[in-house]
């Protein structure tokens, strides 16, 4: 852990703090529990770091108090006295309240500690805490205690850490959220025997009993259906009843089964003044995408009808050419998935096979020998092995040409060759880097290159913009971590 120092920043340390923050990050990778999470940040900062002890406390839903989630170090119970902190209380509190780092080197003479004994017996001098925040709030605050005293550039090292760690938070906070919705239909389904009976009867007969008042038509052979199939079905046939189903027809084709209805729009419950009307097959859209199927609704010209029709995919069934999605966002993955399908795409548990295509975000390993369609999020750099570049706005149409170009070896969207990032610097903006990493300060860096202080102040101000970072110390990492320069440490 760096600490306080005269004179310039030893860069070559913050460098290799950041280094050792990174790898606590990447062992946040394909984790999505956020207790997991935090205590793998935890055991990182006393492990990589020797901090006395760290803790992460979670903002609770209402956002009224914070939870201990994870302690390591000297103290890893979580339900001692600090277990739940109201908002705005101690130090921890605030930081998560205004959303601002501190650091102390002076434990013992700060106001806020409730125990000063205990800093000095313990012999604690140090405390930094940052908040972590993603999508502009803060889900929750890491905290640090340390017996060396430690330099105000170790918020540069939390900063970088915190930024990961918040979004590995976020994401898995919304993936319990959604596997939490998931669970409860699945009982909902278990609970209802109206709707799935354990009678093998074919789907058109259990349609056939839901709408009494229409005969459905059957075109193509019925075959067994899995339960969720069968639930999504039968509970979408029991709203189009009490929309008061008009006609309806189960088809089952070549390789996906469909429902296609018409109902009477009056039956639709008009909403409060204000207030936006929903459509009631709305809570089938979240189990509709995961199968990878797709649901659509059209209201007729005059507004007394509503056209339906709910489209999903039999259960591994061969579509169009094969695509191996793997993305550590559950966001992401869900997405992509329904992409896939409605392109027409084989989508593939594994990729055993080097020659289907991985689709991979940014946070995912890059440790794969088939051919790679990136997914660019922000403005990392692409990796080398990548044959096509994607982004979030894409197309099923555009996806489908990007696997098949892939496929036939070809490139997709790639507007740089794969060494191109390695140019992003300039010769000038290379060697004042590298002066600049070796400890340098500017008035040295311009002595050594022979130019004016105002001309490496411009070149830096110049790399903070294009490299999206905030400070120099940013900057400095990320052509390290990309080696656009060379350093001997």
């Known amino acids: 852990m760096p600490e306080p120092t005269s004179g310039f920043l030893d860069s070559t340390r913050l460098l290799f703090d950041l280094q050792q923050g990174n790898e606590i990050a990447r062992s946040l990778s394909g984790c999505l529990e956020p207790e997991a999470i935090a205590r793998r940040v935890t055991d990182g900062m006393v492990a990589e770091f020797g901090c006395a002890f760290a803790r992460i406390w979670l903002v609770a839903a209402d956002r009224t ?258 695509l191996h999605i793997q993305c550590v966002s559950p966001v992401l993955q869900m997405a992509f998935t329904h992409q896939a399908y409605l392109a027409g795409l084989t989508v593939c548990e594994t990729a055993d096979d080097t020659a289907v295509p991985v689709l991979m975000d940014a946070s995912s390993p890059m440790e794969t020998s088939n051919p790679l369609l990136w997914v660019q999020t922000q403005a990392q750099p692409i990796p080398k092995q990548a044959r096509a570049k994607l982004d979030l706005t894409i197309a099923p149409t555009q996806l489908r040409a990007a696997v098949e170009a892939v496929t036939q070896g070809e490139t997709w969207g790639l507007t740089l060759k794969p060494d191109a990032d390695t140019k992003r610097l300039s010769e000038r903006e290379q060697e004042v880097m590298t002066l600049l990493a070796e400890g340098l300060r500017d008035r040295d860096i311009a002595n050594t290159l022979h130019i004016s202080e105002r001309t490496v102040k411009f070149h830096i101000n110049n790399l903070l913009v294009k490299l999206n970072a905030k400070t120099r110390f940013q900057a400095l990492y990320q052509v390290t971590r990309n080696g656009w320069i060379n350093l001997d440490v």
């Not at 914070?66 to 209380?89: C, E, H, N, Q």
């Not at 930094?128 to 060396?148: C, E, I, M, S």
């Not at 900063?159 to 898995?172: K, M, P, Y």
Request: aromatic share 8%.
């Open 65 to 322: 108090a914070l939870s201990l989630v994870a302690s390591s170090g000297m103290y890893t119970r979580i339900d001692g006295s600090f277990a739940r902190v109201p908002m705005g209380a101690f130090k921890v509190g605030k930081i998560a309240q205004n959303g601002i780092p501190f650091l102390s080197n002076a434990l013992a003479n700060e106001t806020w500690v409730r125990d000063r004994d205990w800093a000095i017996a313990n012999g604690i001098h140090g405390f930094a805490g940052y908040p972590l925040t993603a999508g502009g709030d803060v889900v929750g605050v890491l905290a640090v205690f340390n017996r060396q005293p430690m330099a105000p550039e170790f918020l540069e090292v939390l900063q970088s850490l915190c930024a990961t760690v918040a979004i590995a938070l976020e994401i898995a906070l919304h993936y319990q959220q959604e596997k939490h919705a998931w669970q409860q239909e699945k009982q909902a389904w278990q609970a209802a025997p109206k709707l799935y009976s354990a009678s093998r009867s074919p789907l058109s007969e259990q349609l056939a009993s839901l709408l009494a008042n229409v005969r459905p038509t059957l075109v193509g052979t019925e075959i067994p259906l899995s339960a969720p199939l069968t639930y999504l079905f039968l509970r979408a046939a029991e709203i189009l009843g009490e929309m008061q189903c008009m006609y309806c027809r189960l088809t089952y084709g070549a390789a996906s089964i469909s429902l296609e209805a018409m109902a009477s729009s009056l039956m639709l419950k008009v909403p409060p003044h204000g207030k936006n009307s929903a459509s009631p097959f709305s809570e089938l859209l979240f189990a509709v995408t995961c199968l990878g199927g797709r649901l659509q609704s059209y209201a007729g010209t005059d507004q007394r009808a509503v056209q339906v029709l709910l489209t999903v995919p039999y259960p591994g069934c061969v579509l169009g050419p094969r």
